[in-house]
């Protein structure tokens, strides 16, 4: 391992780290370097493997009541609103972090706060249509064994492949960044 800043890089990722991408297309590049920075915060950020779990419960609900697809569509655009509010407030912190020098600072912690104020406003927006969604189907009929509302079920499962396939997708651990936590009066 060798230090740069507070990040902890290996020595033979430090000269390799692009190469096995640069001889791709530029838009599969361009999709493969974004799908790395998801596959990252989905194995780093706790915020995020949560908000995998409750994505799960939501689609369980969902196969078992069974919603038509233009319901599915709109809940689970909101879900992906909440993934990638917290991939943003992932790229904030860092930035910060670096901006920082991993330094206490006051609007440093201001921008953190409002980062996360974005994510916690979303994800506000996403109980209140999770509430609609469970109200409008009500009376509730289990439909989970049966073809009912085939193409909002087909959708469900496929967003379900997606987020899995991002939490569990193998992740090579090129760089230990030591991020700052609330209390840490000194940096790290
Ligand atoms: N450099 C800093 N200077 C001052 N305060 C900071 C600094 N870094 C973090 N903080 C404070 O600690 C809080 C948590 O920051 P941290 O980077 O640990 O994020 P986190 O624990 O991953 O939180 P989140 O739930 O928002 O992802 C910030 O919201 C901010 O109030």
Redesign the pocket.
């Known amino acids: 391992m060798i230090k740069i800043g507070a990040i902890d890089v290996r020595e033979d990722e430090v000269n390799h780290h692009d190469s096995e991408l640069q001889a791709v297309q530029p838009f599969a590049r361009a999709v493969a370097y974004s799908l790395q920075g998801v596959v990252y915060a989905f194995h780093t950020?706790?915020?995020v493997k949560r908000d995998v779990w409750l994505f799960t419960v939501l689609c369980a609900v969902e196969l078992v009541l069974r919603p038509p697809l233009r319901d599915v569509a709109l809940t689970m655009f909101v879900a992906m609103c909440v993934f990638a509010a917290?991939l943003f407030?992932?790229a904030i912190?860092l930035a910060?972090?670096i901006a920082?020098q991993?330094?206490?600072?006051?609007v440093?912690?201001?921008a953190?706060?409002v980062?996360?104020g974005a994510?916690t406003c979303v994800s506000l927006g996403a109980i209140a249509l999770a509430i609609w969604l469970v109200e409008s189907l009500w009376p509730w009929h289990f439909w989970l064994f049966t073809g009912h509302h085939p193409a909002g079920a087909g959708m469900v499962v496929a967003g379900l492949i997606v987020v899995w396939a991002f939490r569990c997708w193998p992740y090579r651990q090129r760089t230990v960044i030591k991020?700052?936590?609330?209390?840490?009066e000194h940096?790290v």
């Open positions: 950020e706790q915020n917290e407030n992932t912190e910060v972090d920082s991993w330094q206490h600072h006051v440093a912690g201001v953190k706060d980062a996360s994510v991020r700052r936590r609330k209390g840490d940096g």
